[in-house]
């Protein structure tokens, strides 16, 4: 079946209509291998577009995710008895499922596959031959060991954008260390300037480099999908935690390359804009920012201030930075006199930039939250109805769908290798009783 499937995805290559170059709507071409569909309303743009997942944790999984809910079908990898590591991340859980999983792993279908098995990596490559998209995330060399690399793919299957999710990068002297995205966080920098002024470094708050790059990877594999829709040529994405942390410091990293300036914490704070960062009020936070000379004097009519609009020390931006310990210790007594609510309310319609420092039960109850459909609702197969954190972004032509829950472990195997692999009944049947997959059924 394999060397079949790769002559199909050879001879279609060759023949400038590889798998995916298919005729759309309206006669356009289409990038993905699966059927065209039906009609042009609510079509999602990345309808007929396989990924095959063979990530874990988040930087992948965030990517994949991303990809499925612009319609994508992804098929996620996982250990037979074990899964994804996340699986056993908690608490908190809910029933026996993490809520770590099932926050980055909703619209997938799982296939629990051992990939040490001889028989198993056959599996992988039979389906890396159908699919449009490879995406992994182990230590660089791991996967060619085994025969699943890029060089080993593309041999079977020319079409694939093959992405590489790795801490530091295919080659050079940390490449074979594993990722986390603390160390990367330490590594990139990113955890130097994050923290309190006087105070330690801090990690934030959620895996920031591990979704950086999640992000970063989703963009070069759509990417990858464009350059294959002008070649007909699959290609190999390398991207990492360091790299996409690094790039991310933007103007902290040109503040040193350019002027040599070394970078500092500043807590909340702005080294570059005051007053920019959170005050204390009576009864929590509010964060406020003024980036010009009119947004300063609105904020100092504001707080009953007016005798700090032409003072010669905060005329500017420039002296308001120069003589910030001052100017901050007068704004931070004046917003500790009143209640948040107070100070939100002052601020309603100023356009000053501001707004309170939100617990997550806060953020929820956010109207604007609410209102933009951040709160994603579906019912899982074990533990019933679940919430989590929906799409940041909406589109004129098309809606996102329901959302299908995060998958058991298993829980697609037998569906995947029939519909997809066209195995019969007996081929299943011997393939799960030698351990090679595994099928979880769901109640």
């Known amino acids: 079946m394999l060397a079949a499937l790769a002559a199909r995805a050879r001879a279609a290559a060759l023949r400038g209509r590889r798998p995916g170059r298919a005729r759309g709507p309206g006669g356009g071409r289409r990038l993905g291998t699966g ?17 095959l997942d063979l990530t874990r944790v988040l930087a992948g999984p965030f990517a994949t995710m991303n990809l499925a809910d612009l319609g994508a079908e992804v098929i996620k990898v996982e250990r037979p008895g074990a899964g994804d590591d996340t699986r056993t991340w908690g608490p908190p859980f809910v029933g026996t499922e993490s809520t770590y ?20 990596v056959k599996i992988i490559k039979e389906l890396a031959a159908v699919c449009d998209v490879f995406v992994e995330n182990y230590v660089p060399g791991k996967l060619s060991a085994m025969g699943l690399g890029y060089e080993e793919i593309d041999r079977i299957a020319p079409h694939i954008v093959y992405c590489s999710i790795t801490g530091y990068g295919q080659t050079g002297p ?13 590594v990139s920098g990113l955890m130097h ?39 007909g040529k699959g290609l190999f994405i390398d991207c990492n935690l360091l790299s996409s942390q690094v790039a991310c410091l933007t103007q902290v990293a040109a503040n040193y390359l350019i002027g040599q300036q070394e970078a500092k914490r500043w807590g909340t704070a702005h080294g570059s804009i005051v007053p920019y960062q959170a005050f204390k009020t009576k009864d929590g936070y509010l964060v406020v920012g003024a980036g010009n000379n009119q947004q300063f004097a609105t904020v100092c009519k504001i707080l009953n201030l007016p005798e700090l609009i032409d003072d010669c020390k905060y005329k500017t931006n420039h ?85 299908r829950p995060p998958p058991l472990l298993g829980q697609h195997t037998t569906h995947i290798l029939k519909e997809a692999l066209r195995y019969d009944d007996k081929t299943i049947a011997e393939l799960l009783k030698t351990g090679v997959v595994n099928q979880h059924e769901a109640q």
């Not at 059927?35 to 990924?51: H, M, Q, R, Y």
């Not at 604007?368 to 019933?384: S, Y």
Request: with cysteine; net charge positive; hydrophobic share 40%.
């Open 35 to 51: 059927p065209p569909p039906a009609a042009t309303d609510n079509v999602k743009p990345l309808e007929g577009i396989k990924v």
């Open 101 to 120: 999983f099932l926050s980055v792993n909703r619209n997938k279908k799982s296939i629990a596959v051992n990939i040490k098995d001889p028989k198993g």
């Open 174 to 186: 940390l490449s074979q260390r594993a990722g986390y995205d603390a160390v990367a966080s330490a």
């Open 319 to 403: 002296l308001r930075v120069q003589n910030r310990k001052e100017l901050i210790k007068i704004l931070s007594a004046r917003f500790e006199e009143e209640m948040t609510s107070k100070w939100l309310h002052l601020f309603e319609g100023s356009k000053v930039p501001y707004g309170p420092i939100n617990n997550m039960k806060n953020v929820f109850a956010e109207p604007q939250v609410i209102h933009n459909g951040l709160i994603m609702e579906m019912k899982h197969p074990t533990v019933g109805k679940i919430s989590v954190p929906g799409p940041a972004v909406r589109y004129s032509k098309f809606k996102m769908s329901e959302a």
């Open 193 to 231: 300037i994050t923290g309190p002024e006087d105070g330690d470094p801090v990690r934030p708050g959620v895996a920031m480099t591990d979704l950086a790059t999640g992000l970063y990877a989703c963009g070069a594999i759509m990417a990858g999908l464009i350059q294959r829709y002008k070649t």
